[in-house]
């Protein structure tokens, strides 16, 4: 069975999931496997520890019950603090830890207290997914007590009080030192500073087939195999010319490097031949690109035979919107990166049209302020697309890409690559892969997650000190890296 694309999923699709694995009869196998998995986890993560239980009126109060039946099922001391259950698994799976002699206390701010002192870890089954913000007040006093506690703290599928949709965190949600995702990662886990209270993910298993996540998710993250298995191959007779053909255009003074870098880029990632193209006079910093100086760009490229791939924007400055809508006349795939991404391109991108904002530039494109960006990338990474019908490439840490086929999340990167010039050279990347014969998504996916390797790779030296430069050098091992990556398992808890 070939893998599956590891699911992202938003409280809906949660909540859709949950319906069908009811109606299959599943569902209370499936609370079973997640609290066994947050059992394992607390006992690996903590051998011996004495484990405190939050449980809420929820099905993740549930799983917080059955992890307390399995830890003392295998001898270790865990007490629960619990809600009045709602769910009726929840009150189904009270019965039965009470069955087994475990007593389970209501809580309350002194019951908390007092269980707080004689706890190593904390078990958070509080608020998942079901979590309707804002905290109620009785609620934040309770999480604001154990944040303040400083025991690590184990969330289940997401911590308490962090809305599972979006990057945005109440102060009062639960800091977790890890959290055990079920079912697929949730947008609140990967982005802005929601993702900062979920500390390291681990994977829950619930032990379902795939399709019933799958076929709810709002977004998926490839693993590497799955992308190298889009890299372009080559025959041993290839040439210059069938590497692909790449025009850089950008640059005026002041911002003359930010071409070179994105022509670099292209040439790490495999481009057979390019020439930048610029308005400015630029330094001859790598002699394998070819340098071109214009009068007028519009103009003067009118009549050169067209390359295989352009990737336009970076540093151009204010004329950078005539240049992009004469490039886009050309209908050749297409990067339009930085002073190129301008709201005046809607309905003049054509289908190899790749954007690559990032979240301020993406703010500019759809009219809105970076703040409503940020805090859902997924949304408007998908608003782009739709309004530019082309593929998007909205940039951070992570990023993600959305393309006629839906949207992926790109793995890894490093934030030592906050440092300027790393779009440009990301930008390179895939008009190179465009360049090499890849479909407009294809590209911007391969080709932001080679770059987002090299920025792992490159940081194994230089940390926080990353320069584009530094990645530009480690594309070459990003791309072997990816090359002989075995298929992942997402088995999809
Ligand atoms: N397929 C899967 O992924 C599986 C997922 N599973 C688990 O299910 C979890 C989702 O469970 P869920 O839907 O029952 O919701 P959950 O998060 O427990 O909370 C609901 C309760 O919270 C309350 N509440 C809400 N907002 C509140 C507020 N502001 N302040 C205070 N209270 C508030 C709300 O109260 P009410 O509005 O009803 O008064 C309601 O009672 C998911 O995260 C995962 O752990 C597994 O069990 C199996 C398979
Ligand atoms: N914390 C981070 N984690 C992963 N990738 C990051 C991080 N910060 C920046 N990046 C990557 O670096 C690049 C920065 O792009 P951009 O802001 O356009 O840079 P510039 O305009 O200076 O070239 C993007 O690809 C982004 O994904």
Redesign the pocket.
């Known amino acids: 069975m070939p893998p599956h694309p590891e699911p992202v ?1 938003t ?1 809906g699709g ?2 859709a ?2 319906a069908d ?1 009811d109606r299959a009869g599943l ?1 209370d196998l ?2 079973e496997h ?2 066994r998995a947050v059992a394992d986890h607390a006992r690996a993560h903590f051998p011996g520890a004495r484990v405190l239980l939050l449980a ?8 917080a019950l059955v992890a307390a039946r399995h830890l003392h099922a295998l001898g270790e001391d865990a007490r629960v603090l619990a ?1 009045p259950a ?2 009726p ?2 009150r189904a799976n009270r019965r039965r830890l009470t069955a087994l002699g475990v007593p389970t206390a209501r809580l309350s701010a002194p019951a908390l207290a007092g269980a707080l002192r004689r706890a190593d870890l904390i078990i958070d ?12 007040p009785a ?1 934040a006093a309770l999480t604001a007590r154990v944040n303040a506690s400083g025991l690590p703290v184990l969330s ?3 911590p308490t009080g962090v809305n ?1 949709d979006t990057a945005e965190a109440d102060d009062d949600a639960l800091r977790a030192t890890y959290t055990v995702v ?3 990662l949730k947008p609140t886990l990967l982005f802005g500073p929601a993702a900062h209270h979920a500390g390291t993910l681990l994977h829950g298993d ?1 032990r ?1 087939p795939p399709a ?2 799958a076929r709810h998710a709002v977004a998926t993250r490839e693993d590497d195999a799955a992308l190298a298995a889009r890299l372009p191959v080559r025959f041993a007779d290839a040439h210059k010319g069938t590497a692909g053909r790449v025009w850089v255009v950008g640059g005026h003074p002041g911002t003359t490097g930010a071409p070179l870098i994105a022509g670099v880029g292209a040439l790490r990632a495999g481009a057979g031949l390019i020439t930048v193209h610029s308005e400015a006079d630029l330094p001859l910093l790598t002699p394998e690109l070819m340098l071109r100086r214009h009068a007028d760009l519009t103009r003067d490229l009118q009549d050169q035979a067209k390359p295989d791939a352009v990737v336009l924007g970076m540093g151009l400055g204010s004329r950078a919107l005539t240049v992009a809508r004469a490039a886009l006349a050309w209908d050749v795939p297409t990067v339009l990166d930085a002073d190129a991404l301008q709201p005046e391109l809607t309905g003049v991108t054509h289908a190899r049209t790749v954007l690559t904002p990032h979240p301020g530039e993406a703010a500019r494109l759809l009219g809105t302020d970076t703040p409503a960006i940020t805090r859902d990338p997924l949304g408007a990474a998908r608003a782009l697309q739709e309004r530019y019908a082309c593929t998007v490439l909205l940039k951070g840490g992570p990023s993600v890409v959305a393309g006629p086929d839906g949207l992926t999340v790109v793995r890894g990167g490093h934030p030592g690559m906050a440092s300027g010039g790393m779009g440009d050279l990301l930008g390179g990347v895939i008009a190179a892969l465009l360049g090499q014969g890849l479909s407009a998504p294809d590209a911007t996916r391969a080709g932001a997650r080679l770059h987002a390797r090299a920025g792992e790779r490159a940081a194994v030296t230089h940390g926080y000190g990353l320069s584009a430069t530094d990645v530009a050098a480690e594309l070459g091992g990003a791309w072997a890296d990816l090359m002989t990556a075995r298929p992942a398992e997402f088995p999809v808890g």
Do not use: C, K, W
């Not at 608020?127 to 109620?136: E, S």
């Open positions: 999923l409280a949660v909540r999931m949950d694995l569902l499936a609370m997640a609290g809420g009126s929820g099905a993740n109060g549930g799983d809600l709602r769910h698994l929840t089954g509080l608020l998942g997914t079901g979590f309707v913000p804002p905290l109620q609620l289940i599928d997401v599972a079920l079912a697929g619930l379902v019933f996540a």
